[in-house]
C-alpha cells in the first residue's frame, strides 16, 4: 500500500503543488492528468525521490521513504518524461547498469519488450518506440513492486503502444502499482483512480467524465 498524504511543493514564489495526495493498494493504476506545468510532473519526482516535498507524508507498507531514502529505489522504478539511458552507451550495457540482476536473469523481460534485436545497438540509434521500451525494461528490471511513468506512451504509435500496455497490464495482474500521468484514453481506462491537478491544487474525478473539457 502506497500512501501520499498533503504533499504541496513550491519552486521560488510559486505554489507548484498544494495538498495533494492519494492512496494504491497492489494491483491497483492510478492516473494524473493536467496542463503542462500544472504539477503533475513535480508530484511524480516527489513520489520517486527525484525532489522533495516542503511539507506532506510518503508510506510505502507503512515505511517512510523521506526518513530512509533508499526505500524510493528499492521500492519504486521511474520512467520519466525524458530518456533516462545513456545515449552513447548499447541497450544491453544500460540494462546491466540499471539492473542488479544478470542479462540471463533479465531474458524475460527482454523477450516481452522485443529488445533481443537491438540489445547491441547504442540507445542514441533508436526509434522513440524501441527507446521506450528500453526505459520501462530498465526500469522494471529489478522487480519493484510500483512503477512510476510520466506520460509512457505519449508520441508514440499504435505497435509501440500496445505492448507498453500489455506489459502494464500484466504488472497490474502481477499486484504491482502503476502511478502515471497520462492524457491517453486507453491509459486513462486502464486507470483504478483518476486525478486532474490545474494550478497545484489536486481533485479526484471519474474517469469516464469528458476529458477535454477539463482543458477548456
Known amino acids: 500500500m ?7 511543493k513550491k519552486l521560488g514564489k510559486r505554489q507548484v503543488l498544494k495538498d495533494a495526495g492519494f ?5 491497483q493504476c492510478i492516473g494524473i492528468i493536467g496542463a503542462n506545468g500544472s504539477g503533475k510532473s513535480t508530484l511524480l519526482s516527489i513520489i520517486t525521490g527525484v525532489a522533495k516535498p516542503d511539507s506532506g ?11 530512509d531514502t533508499k526505500l524510493f529505489s528499492k521500492m519504486i522504478g521511474y520512467v520519466p518524461q525524458g530518456s533516462a539511458l545513456i545515449g552513447d552507451i548499447s541497450v544491453k550495457d544500460n540494462l546491466g547498469l540499471w539492473s542488479k540482476k544478470k542479462l540471463a536473469e533479465n531474458r524475460e523481460l527482454i523477450e516481452e519488450f522485443e529488445l533481443g534485436s537491438f540489445l547491441n545497438k547504442k540507445v542514441s540509434k ?3 518506440g524501441m527507446r521506450r521500451r528500453a526505459d520501462i525494461a530498465c526500469a522494471a528490471s529489478n522487480d519493484q ?14 505497435f509501440q503502444k500496445k505492448k507498453i500496455h500489455e506489459f502494464l497490464k500484466g504488472f497490474l495482474k502481477r499486484n504491482g ?7 491517453d484514453r ?6 483504478d483512480r483518476l486525478f486532474f491537478i490545474e494550478g497545484g491544487v489536486q481533485k479526484e474525478i471519474s474517469k469516464d467524465c469528458d476529458i477535454n473539457s477539463l482543458f477548456k
Open 2 to 8: 502506497i500512501r501520499v498524504e498533503h504533499i504541496s
Open 23 to 27: 492512496e494504491a493498494a497492489p494491483g
Open 57 to 67: 507524508n510518503i508510506s510505502f507498507w507503512n515505511k517512510d521513504p523521506l526518513k
Open 126 to 128: 533508436l526509434s522513440g
Open 145 to 158: 513492486p510500483v512503477l512510476v511513468m510520466d506520460e509512457p506512451c505519449a508520441s508514440l504509435d499504435i
Open 177 to 183: 502499482i502503476v502511478i502515471m500521468s497520462t492524457h
Open 186 to 191: 486507453d491509459e486513462i481506462d486502464m486507470c
